[in-house]
Protein backbone atom coordinates (compact mmCIF):
# COMPACT_ATOMS: atom_id res chain seq x y z
CA UNK A 1 0.00 0.00 0.00
CA UNK A 2 1.03 3.57 -0.33
CA UNK A 3 0.37 6.71 1.77
CA UNK A 4 0.01 10.42 1.12
CA UNK A 5 0.33 12.98 4.22
CA UNK A 6 -0.20 16.39 3.14
CA UNK A 7 1.22 19.45 5.35
CA UNK A 8 1.32 23.20 5.14
CA UNK A 9 -2.28 23.75 5.44
CA UNK A 10 -3.19 26.88 7.40
CA UNK A 11 -5.09 30.18 7.90
CA UNK A 12 -3.71 33.01 6.39
CA UNK A 13 -4.35 36.33 5.03
CA UNK A 14 -4.90 37.86 1.78
CA UNK A 15 -1.82 38.30 0.08
CA UNK A 16 0.05 36.12 1.71
CA UNK A 17 1.86 32.85 1.13
CA UNK A 18 1.83 29.28 2.05
CA UNK A 19 4.09 26.20 0.62
CA UNK A 20 2.38 22.82 0.88
CA UNK A 21 4.26 19.55 1.26
CA UNK A 22 2.70 15.91 0.31
CA UNK A 23 4.76 12.88 1.16
CA UNK A 24 4.28 9.68 -0.22
CA UNK A 25 5.44 6.21 0.84
CA UNK A 26 5.35 2.71 1.45
CA UNK A 27 5.67 0.22 -1.27
CA UNK A 28 7.00 2.37 -4.26
CA UNK A 29 8.62 1.30 -7.44
CA UNK A 30 7.96 4.70 -9.13
CA UNK A 31 5.52 7.64 -9.17
CA UNK A 32 4.40 8.99 -12.22
CA UNK A 33 2.05 12.05 -12.75
CA UNK A 34 1.22 13.57 -9.23
CA UNK A 35 -0.97 16.41 -8.27
CA UNK A 36 -2.78 19.16 -6.17
CA UNK A 37 -6.87 19.26 -6.06
CA UNK A 38 -8.52 21.03 -4.07
CA UNK A 39 -12.44 21.12 -2.92
CA UNK A 40 -14.24 24.32 -1.44
CA UNK A 41 -17.17 24.09 0.10
CA UNK A 42 -20.30 23.00 -1.91
CA UNK A 43 -17.91 22.71 -4.87
CA UNK A 44 -16.53 19.74 -6.96
CA UNK A 45 -12.93 18.47 -6.72
CA UNK A 46 -11.30 20.58 -9.08
CA UNK A 47 -7.36 20.48 -10.42
CA UNK A 48 -4.90 23.09 -8.99
CA UNK A 49 -1.84 21.91 -10.96
CA UNK A 50 -0.10 18.85 -12.03
CA UNK A 51 3.54 17.85 -12.52
CA UNK A 52 5.33 14.74 -14.30
CA UNK A 53 7.60 12.30 -13.01
CA UNK A 54 9.97 14.38 -15.74
CA UNK A 55 8.96 17.83 -14.49
CA UNK A 56 6.28 19.20 -16.91
CA UNK A 57 4.06 21.19 -15.21
CA UNK A 58 0.11 22.37 -15.70
CA UNK A 59 -1.91 25.00 -14.08
CA UNK A 60 -5.31 25.74 -13.85
CA UNK A 61 -5.96 28.87 -15.10
CA UNK A 62 -7.23 30.80 -11.83
CA UNK A 63 -3.44 29.65 -10.34
CA UNK A 64 -1.08 30.50 -13.01
CA UNK A 65 1.37 32.97 -11.93
CA UNK A 66 0.30 32.44 -8.42
CA UNK A 67 1.04 28.71 -7.58
CA UNK A 68 4.20 26.86 -8.32
CA UNK A 69 4.27 22.63 -8.26
CA UNK A 70 7.33 20.65 -7.64
CA UNK A 71 8.41 17.55 -6.57
CA UNK A 72 11.48 16.15 -5.36
CA UNK A 73 11.97 12.39 -7.14
CA UNK A 74 14.66 11.50 -4.20
CA UNK A 75 12.40 11.99 -1.80
CA UNK A 76 9.18 11.34 -3.07
CA UNK A 77 7.65 14.36 -1.66
CA UNK A 78 5.37 17.08 -3.86
CA UNK A 79 5.31 20.73 -2.93
CA UNK A 80 2.56 23.44 -3.97
CA UNK A 81 4.11 26.93 -3.52
CA UNK A 82 1.23 29.28 -3.29
CA UNK A 83 1.79 33.00 -3.30
CA UNK A 84 -0.21 36.00 -3.76
CA UNK A 85 -3.05 34.12 -2.01
CA UNK A 86 -7.23 35.24 -2.59
CA UNK A 87 -10.23 34.21 -0.41
CA UNK A 88 -11.15 32.11 -3.46
CA UNK A 89 -8.29 30.17 -3.03
CA UNK A 90 -10.01 28.70 0.32
CA UNK A 91 -10.28 24.96 0.17
CA UNK A 92 -8.87 21.74 1.07
CA UNK A 93 -6.23 20.77 -0.51
CA UNK A 94 -5.39 16.90 -1.98
CA UNK A 95 -2.58 15.79 -3.35
CA UNK A 96 -2.96 12.90 -5.57
CA UNK A 97 -0.53 10.42 -7.09
CA UNK A 98 -0.18 7.60 -10.05
CA UNK A 99 2.32 5.05 -8.34
CA UNK A 100 3.77 2.43 -9.72
CA UNK A 101 4.25 -0.53 -6.59
CA UNK A 102 5.49 -3.15 -9.28
CA UNK A 103 6.48 -3.93 -12.82
CA UNK A 104 2.61 -4.18 -13.36
CA UNK A 105 1.24 -3.20 -10.53
CA UNK A 106 -0.29 0.55 -10.75
CA UNK A 107 -2.27 2.59 -8.29
CA UNK A 108 -3.72 5.88 -8.23
CA UNK A 109 -3.85 7.01 -4.65
CA UNK A 110 -5.07 10.48 -2.62
CA UNK A 111 -4.19 11.99 0.52
CA UNK A 112 -6.18 13.10 2.95
CA UNK A 113 -6.45 16.93 2.56
CA UNK A 114 -4.79 19.47 4.19
CA UNK A 115 -6.86 23.37 5.24
CA UNK A 116 -6.48 26.74 3.30
CA UNK A 117 -8.13 29.24 4.53
CA UNK A 118 -7.91 32.89 3.17
CA UNK A 119 -9.10 35.55 4.59
CA UNK A 120 -9.90 38.54 3.17
Known amino acids: QVQLVESGGALVQAGGSLRLSCAASGRIFSINDMGWYRQAPGKQRELVATISSGGSTNYADSVKGRFTISRDNAKNTLYLQMNSLKPEDTAVYYC??????????????WGQGTQVTVSS
Open 96 to 109: NAKVMSGVFQRGDY
